[in-house]
C-alpha cells in the first residue's frame, strides 16, 4: 500500500504521493495488533497477512492505472457479505490429512472435505472460498510433475468468435454454447423478484442468493464448457497458435460523452456483452497451462490483418471480407469460410515467429 498525503494550506493541488508503506510495514504490525485485540488473529497471523496481500495488489493496481493516465478504479470496501475468500500464504495455519479427508484450520479445528484429487507436489497456499452456502478450498503446489502426451505434429491456428467460439486452420468449427443467453431468462426473473423486496429484510437475502446461484451456473456450466474444449485441443494438436486479443480495449463502451456522443451504444454493449460471456481469454489461460503440463506449444501472435489477408496469395484488401462468414479475395478470387482463412493466417504467423525464435536461438548459441 502507499500512503497519500495532504498539501499544506495555501499550495495548489489536492492529494500528493506521501510516505510509502509496504505490506511488509503492514506484517510487522501485526504483533502489536496481537496484543491490543487477540481476538483480531484468532484465524492466526498468516490469514491476516493474506488480506494484507491483496489489499496491496489492489492499491498497487490502482496506483499503476493513475500512473499510466487510465481510469484509475478506487477499490472500494468489502463488507462481510463480499469478503468471500480467505488466504494462506504459506503453510502455516492450516494441514490438510488426505487418508482422513480432513482439513485443518488454524481457529476453527477439523473440517470434512471432499477430495477432487489427490495432491501432487509439495503443497505451498491455500484459498478457502465462500460460493453461496457453499465451501471451497484450493490448493496451490509446487514442483508438480509433468504429464507429457505422446507427440503429435498436427498444427492449427485457431480464430476466436462470437458466432462460432473459435474456428481452427483445419476447417473444423467450435460451436459458442452462449451459456448467458441460455440461461438469462432465469437470471432476469431472480433479479425481477430481488428488486421489489425491502432492502435489509430476509426475503431480500434469500432473493440475492437466488440471484448468486443464478450466476454460479451459468459460470459453472462456462467453466465446464472451456475445460473440455482446452483439454480436447491440448490432447489432439502438439503446436496451438491464438490471436493476442487486447480483450480490454474491444469491449470499451461506445456511449461516448455528453459532447461527443457515441452511435449505435446499443448494438456495441449486446457485441461487448457477447464477447465477455464467450471467455477468450479463460480459454486460452486453460490451454497455456494444460499445454505446459503436456508438453506441448503454445504461441500467440499479433492479429493484426488476418481477417484481411487471404491464406492463399497473400493480398490483404478489407474487400476480402465481403461478410461475417464470406472471404471472396479480390487478387486470386480464392474463397473460404472468413474464420477459416483467418485461422490459417493465424497458424502462418505463429510458423514465422517459431522459425524466427529458433533461427535466434541456434545464432546466439
Not at 191 to 211: E, I, P, T, W
Not at 275 to 300: F, N, P, Q, T
Not at 316 to 343: I, K, L, P, Y
Request: proline letters at 4%.
Amino acid at each position: 500500500m502507499r500512503g497519500l498525503q495532504r498539501r499544506p494550506r495555501g499550495t495548489t493541488g489536492g492529494l500528493e504521493a506521501g510516505i510509502r508503506i509496504t505490506r511488509y510495514d503492514q506484517f510487522a504490525q501485526l504483533k502489536d495488533l496481537h496484543e491490543v485485540r487477540p481476538d483480531f488473529l484468532q484465524y492466526g497471523v498468516t490469514v491476516a497477512r493474506g488480506t494484507l496481500t491483496r489489499l496491496d495488489r489492489a492499491f498497487s493496481a490502482f496506483f499503476r492505472r493513475v500512473a499510466a493516465g487510465q481510469k484509475p478504479g478506487f477499490p472500494r470496501f468489502r463488507a462481510s457479505s463480499r469478503f468471500d475468500c480467505v488466504s494462506y500464504e504459506d503453510v502455516s495455519g492450516w494441514k490438510l490429512k488426505e487418508p482422513d479427508h480432513r482439513l485443518y484450520l488454524q481457529g476453527i479445528g477439523h473440517v470434512k472435505i471432499r477430495l477432487h484429487r489427490p495432491l501432487k507436489g509439495v503443497p505451498k497456499t491455500l484459498h478457502v472460498r465462500r460460493q453461496g452456502r457453499r465451501w471451497t478450498a484450493t490448493i496451490q503446489c509446487a514442483e508438480v510433475p509433468a504429464q507429457p502426451l505422446p507427440p503429435t505434429n498436427r498444427k492449427a491456428g485457431l480464430d476466436l468468435g462470437v458466432a462460432n467460439l473459435a474456428a481452427s486452420s483445419d476447417g473444423e468449427f467450435f460451436e459458442n454454447p452462449r451459456h448467458l443467453a441460455g440461461g438469462r431468462e432465469a437470471l432476469t426473473n431472480a433479479q425481477r423478484c430481488l428488486a421489489r423486496k425491502q432492502r435489509g429484510s430476509n426475503r431480500r437475502r434469500q432473493a440475492v442468493h437466488r440471484v448468486a446461484a443464478q450466476h454460479r451456473r451459468i459460470a459453472n456450466r462456462r467453466r465446464d464448457g472451456l475445460h473440455q474444449l482446452s483439454r480436447r485441443l491440448v490432447n489432439t494438436y502438439g503446436l496451438l497458435v491464438f490471436e493476442d486479443l487486447k480483450i480490454a480495449n474491444m469491449v470499451r463502451s461506445a456511449k461516448g460523452s455528453l459532447e461527443e456522443p457515441g452511435s449505435r451504444v446499443a448494438q456495441k454493449s449486446g457485441l461487448n456483452r457477447e464477447i465477455l460471456a464467450a471467455s477468450w481469454g479463460a480459454l486460452i489461460s486453460m490451454v497455456a497451462y494444460k499445454a505446459e503440463d503436456a508438453g506441448r506449444e503454445l504461441i500467440v501472435v499479433n492479429p493484426r490483418g488476418t481477417s484481411r489477408r487471404c491464406s492463399s496469395c497473400g493480398h490483404t484488401e478489407a474487400a476480402n471480407r465481403t461478410s461475417q462468414a464470406v472471404f471472396c479475395c479480390r487478387g486470386c478470387g480464392f474463397e473460404d469460410h472468413a474464420d477459416v482463412n483467418a485461422a490459417r493466417n493465424i497458424l502462418w504467423l505463429g510458423l514465422s515467429l517459431r522459425r524466427q525464435k529458433r533461427e535466434a536461438e541456434a545464432g546466439a548459441a
